[in-house]
């Protein structure tokens, strides 16, 4: 059974939508905001891909938005989108529509100075609205009640591999026929830990010793939502997800999608080249466009948007940021693609699109 | 939904320290109450919880250095094997995944202030070190996906749903799902906010009841598809027939008055069994003893299942977060093996209010099959369909 | 209270001291509730039982005034 991505709404560094997605890919302009970090030596300022949610008020009085944190925005954001891209916003055309919010550091994922004990007296009593943003299914319940959608619900996460195995979740469930429909995504704060990670990395190795040996990226935050049906009306959806594949590596050939793809995948500023190794055979291209949103956990959503634009327009974008991406737009020429994410405690996940 | 085996589950909480010893003190009326004894030495407590001893944690195989959630887990997991006569070389050949429902798992790592390491390192070494999914897969050297559900109220029947469907799916031969989560003053404290907690033991669908207590544990399952069962010679222990989920899209913090989330979630849960409400022996409610929360069940159950058994189990165990689902499914698969159900602790005087009291006194049950709900801050609702046999009836 | 609830389209000298707080143009639900139940705690340390008492402070601002100021002084 063919699963179909019928809309995708994101917002990231880049700015918000497909279309500013697709100008950041196609070389336009991707501006670090200067964020002041807190650490035990005094504040550091580090440059970041931050996201801008301030559109939200475009659908939603400012009244009903008040009480959301910046986690539950760019969740409401870039779901609020996707529904909208899908052409499935009113609760009339939907059928039963499940949800599902992945993320790896949830509500608390910058709420907390990470150098710094979170259980001080000032979290532990904290206030109502504090507690209840804190928890990390707020942006799904919020969701939920933005869309007035009863269908189940789920807030998932596994570090780096979060978003992956939400997707291994979503495709069940509409082969099950439990939902007709699925809006699952990622969404991730900015982690001061990750943009103090990429400060100290810069300062011991400059910016050198990203995937691939192209740069580093910039810590980043954003969200990343889907809409997916099973569905074999082709021409409605960026691309079909053909395949979902979430395990453990232990050893072993790793478990390796279908010859002759791309693969778009990134580690952020932990994974080591090395790691990529066992994957990078003869037959796949290599492509990475992590300096475009940033090192978040759920970076694999984004991978997995990118990979859809491509399919639907049929090319690879420029990859000028790795050294042996490919080096202007070239023909997507039926090849598959792989979307590779190789996460903490040897996880790996990826996706399959045409 | 295809059927999906029980085949050996393990079971902590306040009640004991093993799924028999929960069993036995829950059918002699237990409850181990009382002031919350691990919290900062600043904060005041004024409202009972349910937590489990120290000692019910000692376990060669479980060190001690771990976060109180994960040792659960762990617990859990070692009796769930035990149990189901399966050893981890066994499950190290299989696709087998792991998803547990937590939130405190999710939020420990944050939670706890490391020394001077390298702070390049930190979020990804404290998953590493507090994330009870990946400790279990690790522990056990499985190769199979991993998630944790972090639905709150619902987390570990969500749980148990996502792992139904993995194998329902064949993504995966078996799942080690359940859900774990320990007391914290962070949620102590938040819920006392919003006047969540009792200050008295909790007294579900009772006339007087006033909110809920936390309690902590773990319970775990080894589900696996009836294949595997076969090729193995295992014999299940029960089996999980069918599953609802939904969200109430109303309220973030109060469920549904109309009771409408709760409905879909049951209709939907019977639907994938294939089952209709007469075959359904009783109802372990979520029961958690706020005034809402009781209100809008007993509406539920009373128009859906009239006259049908429920209980709440709560006043035994506390409210357990993304444990509860488990929990409860265990203690219900205890009630169906034995053939009767307790008393529904801390229920005394009946609410003229409500449509359908739980059960008072213990209850003999014929059958074979029936459901445990629960129902999440936030919004989510859950119900899981518990079967001590693959072809449910009801006499 | 502007601040803790996030009025962001109200500032304090716009909001009238009889006005109600409940029931009236700020769109306030329960979770408001609670969080001046907690803001008042913690700021003038007047902890709350039951919600009940604090239904009838909430009126208005001068009823909530009129309420703190009895329980510092009492």
Redesign the interface.
Known sequence: MRVTICGIGVVGGFGRGMSTLERALSGGPVDPAIVSIPTREGDIQVPCLTADTTHLADFMPTRTLRRMSHYIRLGLLAAVDAMTDAGMLETDRRGRLGIIVATGHGATGNNYAFQYPFEDQEEICGSPTRFSNSVHNAAAAYISIALKEMGPNHSITHEDLSFPSALLTAVAWLRQGRVDAVLVGGVDELSHAYAYAWHVHQQQHGQTGGPGGGKIPLAGEGACFFLLKADDNRSAAYASISDVRVGRRRGGPPDRPAASCYILGTGGVAATPADYRPWQTADVRWASYASVYGDLPVDSAFDTAIAALSCQKNLIFPDDRMAAGPRGPEPLAGRPIACLKLGVGHTYGWTLLE | ?TPVAIVGLGCICALGADYQQCLQSLFAGQRRFGLPSRF?A??EVSQPVFEVPDSFLQHDSVPGNLSRTCRMAMVATWEALDHGNLDARTLARH?V?VCLGS?IG??SG????QNDT???????DR??AT?P??LL??TL????????????CTAGS?AIG?AS??I??G?CDAVIAGGTDEL???VY???K???IND?KPCRPFDRDRRGLNLGEGAAVFVLASTDFCQAHGIVPKGYILGYG??????????PRADG??LR?ALD?SLT?AGLAPDAICFINAHGTGTPDNDRVESHVLNKMFPGRPFLSTKGYTGHTLGAAGPIEAALTLGCLDRGRLPVTAGFETPDADLPAQPVAEPTMIQGTVALSQNL?????NAVLVIGKQEEPGCV | MVVELNLEDFTPEEIDNDELIFGGRFDLDSIDALEIVYQVEQNFGIPMKEMNEARAAFQSINTLAAFIEARLQG
């Open positions: 939904m900062p600043a904060c696709r995944g939130n999710v939020t944050y939670a706890v202030a390298d702070a390049f390192l930190l979020p990804r998953f590493l994330n999914t990946h897969a690790d050297d499985l190769s199979g996906p991993q998630q944790t559900v972090a639905n709150a969500d996502v469907a993995w329902d799916q993504i914290t003053p962070r404290f938040g819920f906010s919003l006047f200050e989920s939904t969200a109430d899209a109303d309220h973030f913090t109060q409408k989330g879909l939907e994938s999440a801050f936030g919004g989510s």
